[in-house]
């Protein structure tokens, strides 16, 4: 019975920290070999981090990945590694490096690359053309890039059925979006099943600027049933002992593996002959080899997959946690305004963080009610969070006295607003600078997209943590934490109507239609594409409609001007999002 020991390193590195990389990949390594595992797979692009953008064009930045992978070669000589990193020859490509007895014995370089959404690969890499099947200890593996596998007649079909691998090994780095899981377990288990083999899936976990990798590592038969599956949102390692007679035996049964194989020889092709190669890897002596032969692999347990609002919280944990963790920041900087966006993200950064390391401000105006104080008091006291407080209502009234001999004889209007949020900025900016806090903001997808924020003021900081959250999910997270933990969120921050609280008796739906209306015009216009004309035969009111898209689309230039925010979306604003701020064309 020929049974493969294979581990997968589901880890977090750091864009540009290589060494770093380096140095978790040989521990995970280690740990491997502890295990008695026969291979080891870590992620794409594992060395430099992912995506490393126009860092791929130093060429200081290739030739230390370069020199990187070559300290690894020697590291393990009795396990076979898989591990991803930038090839260098006439260009540059995104590739997986297979050693073994301390040499590489094959490069794999990226098919496909992808060129949408958040990704931009086509700016950077030459695409692969050779599809290898691994010959390593009787068994037979092929090895493919993350986008690789997405495609029916890529090159795992090359590989399953022309080269006969059991297992195919994917390297990937594919970032989080609520529902992606499904999506990509969905597509996973159909090529399975379609090509009669396993596929070992290892995931990237970690944030990584707006990005979030959600990790969820996969070993699935050949029937497409997942028998393993890493955590989500933490490192982890999976390790799985397969039988790989078992593919054979699924292949007996399967006509449509003949048919295929009689129209690649016969009939029209899809196939490059010249694309499948083979990698003989030969075996080296091990010490003590005959007793780790019987050493059985642990088997990790199969992680069960979290429901919709707990992964989103989770990426949003992870999102803030590895943002400040590795730009070198300890503590985070929150106004406090004892409404719900500014509530969620103190609970998020609470356990991004820990309490102590998370600083709450309070900054009363004259509008401010003295519930919303009860409420940032009562906030704080459960998440157990300091509280500074600082009233703006002093220094407005001298910005205003300065200004009064500009604005004699002109009404109030939001200039006077936007005073008091651009004071608050200045004010937790200064507290910024002074003890290396990062800002976090508050604002969320609902009120970017329309433009219902002050650039340099509550637009004012390093990273916006519901940048990407529409209002009518800040609020299913609410009610998912305090089923989680019961009074997380007070109950009067959530049943409160919204408001600013800039002049008296304000509230949100004085500008905005309500959010449960704007947020699905919204999402139809921006992740979905649609028209006006599309919108409005959904039942909303055509004025509704007309005034919602004329703000999104007004509004791109404060949103450039926004900081980095954790992508929780199909189509978050930022790389998915790309609309010329200088661009008369009217979808009305």
Known sequence: MRKLKLGLGQMNPTVGDIDGNLSHIRDMIQHARSEHADIIAFPELALTGYPP?????????????????????????????????????????????VLYAGKIQGVYRKQYLPNYGVFDENRYFQEGTDSPVIHYRSMRIGINICEDIWYPKGPLYTQALLGDAECIVNLSASPFYAGKR??????????????????????????????????????????????????????DFLFTEIDLDHVFRVRLHDPRRRKDKLSQTYGPTHWNPDSLSVWSIEETQRAGSPEKEKTALRKSALSEPMGKMEEIYE???LGVRDYVRKNQFRDVLIGLSGGIDSSIVAA???????????????????????????D???????????????????????FLQCLSPLFEGRERDTTEENLQSRIRGLLMMALS???HWLVLTTGNKSEMSVGYQTLYGDMAGGFAVLKDVPKTMVYDIADFLNIRRPDTIPDRIIDKAPTAELRPNQKDIDSLPPYEILDPIMESYVEDDQGFDEIIAKGFDPRTVSNVLRLIDKSEYKRRQSPPGVKITMRAFGKDWRVPITNRFKDI
Not at 61 to 80: H, M, T
């Open 348 to 374: 998020v950064a609470a356990d991004a963080l820990g309490p102590e390391q998370v600083h709450g401000l309070f900054m009363p105006s004259m509008y401010t009610s003295k519930e919303s104080y009860e």
């Open 53 to 97: 953008e126009d860092l791929l064009l130093k060429p200081t930045f290739i030739e230390k990945n370069l020199k990187a992978l070559y300290e690894l070669v020697s590291f393990a000589p009795d396990i076979l590694v898989m591990v991803g990193f930038v090839d260098k020859r006439d260009d540059i490509y995104n590739a997986a490096a």
């Open 433 to 435: 600078n002074k003890f």
């Open 182 to 235: 499904e999506v990509r377990e969905g597509m996973l288990k159909t090529r399975a099943a379609d090509n009669a083999c396993y596929i070992a899936y290892v995931n990237m976990v970690g944030g990584q600027d707006e990005l979030v990798f959600d990790g969820q590592s996969l070993v699935i038969s050949p029937e497409g049933g997942i028998e393993s599956r890493g955590k989500a949102f933490q490192e």
């Open 315 to 317: 990426a949003l944990v």
């Open 376 to 398: 940032v008091l009562k906030l704080t006291s459960s998440l157990r969070i300091p509280l500074e407080t600082i009233p703006i209502g002093p220094i407005f009234e001298q």
